[in-house]
């Protein structure tokens, strides 16, 4: 008779290299979708198994949902996970035609009347939330859901009739902020980073590197968190740091930072890397004992931190860090 009780299997070798205890922990944890995309970026993955998983999530209105954003459960389609569906379709280069054209006219559909987007549809009602998201009926605009939307749609140069209103709302909301937090201002940044009046973005960015220097909205010191204030209604040491605005060398974003401050920055990006080989959801948490040690559900970290981790080498590659 074989013993009673599974034997865990071994962490991955902390001398191993960071790209492959990342492998190891893709292969056990993560979805379909994030195993496919992991190979895509990192094993030359071919883009059609990518997209095949992908479209599991896709509904017939032509919006995502069935929780393809970790923290929205339920089968509804909402902006968010529409969002994320579209940064899969950028990874792999078919973020344009047919693709592009019924996003858009799902986008149109659910678009408020200033012709931007809410992040959450009162569809999600009933279904089980994160708690950090309100459901109401009668939802407004916001810049956190339309402009990462804007962004890729003009990164791949689709044009469609429901960009022009959406563009213009981004517009007004990113040039008259005068207080932000850290989400919002990823989300200019990905606007920012691809509409394609560039003397404006970069006017734009500049104000916005300036105030986000100026309400200390990016941890400049990692060995010194406890300095750094959390933005208002955020969780206990849900930091932000350079790299979560300058995903690229080539965001504008970077200008808002020194060599020394970015280094420091993927410095700790590196070093946030997990004994199971995965990434936290939020680069500290680890030493923090926030999250994911508590989710608001046991699924939701699970299904997240394989998005964080491929999210994290991503970037520090995209900064040249050598990943092994």
């Not at 001398?15 to 292969?27: D, N, Y």
């Not at 708690?131 to 804007?150: I, K, N, R, Y």
Request: glycine share 8%; charged share 20%; proline share 10%.
């Amino acid at each position: 008779m074989p013993e009673t009780g599974a034997t865990p299997l071994p962490a991955p070798s902390p001398a191993r290299s960071p790209l492959l205890r990342a492998e190891h922990f893709v292969w056990l944890t993560a979805r379909v979708l994030e195993q496919r995309l992991f190979a895509h970026h990192f094993l030359n993955g071919a883009a059609d198994p990518v997209e095949c998983a992908l479209d599991a999530y896709r509904n017939e209105d032509g919006g995502y949902g069935h929780a393809l954003e970790p923290d929205l459960r339920g089968p509804v389609s909402q902006p968010l996970h529409t969002g994320r569906a579209l940064r899969v379709l950028d990874a792999i280069g078919r973020c344009g035609g047919q693709r592009a054209e019924r996003v858009c006219r799902y986008l149109t559909a659910v678009s408020t009347a200033d012709g931007a987007l809410p992040a959450i549809l009162p569809g999600q009602r009933g279904y089980p939330t994160a708690p950090f998201f309100q459901v109401v009926d009668d939802p407004p605009s916001e810049l956190l859901a339309t402009g990462p939307v804007v962004g890729l749609l003009h990164r791949n140069e689709v044009w469609h009739a429901w960009l022009f209103r959406a563009t213009d709302f981004c517009w007004q909301a990113i040039e008259s902020l005068e207080k932000s937090h850290p989400y919002e201002i990823q989300a200019a940044v990905a606007f920012l980073d691809s509409v394609p009046d560039r003397p404006r973005a970069e006017a734009a960015a500049d104000r916005l590197g300036r105030l986000v220097r100026a309400q200390r909205l990016a941890v400049l010191e990692p060995d010194r968190l406890d300095m750094w204030p959390v933005a208002s209604g955020y969780g206990p040491g849900e930091h932000h740091f350079p790299h979560d605005y300058a995903k690229t060398p080539g965001s504008l974003a970077r200008a808002w930072f020194t060599d020394a401050e970015m280094a420091r920055s993927l410095d700790h990006l590196a070093d946030a890397q997990q004994d199971d080989g995965g990434w936290p959801l939020l680069p500290h948490a680890s030493t923090r004992g926030w999250y994911p040690e508590h989710p608001w559900a046991p699924g939701t970290s699970l299904e997240a931190r394989p998005v964080a981790t491929i999210e994290a080498l991503c970037t520090l590659r995209a900064h040249g860090r050598p990943l092994g």
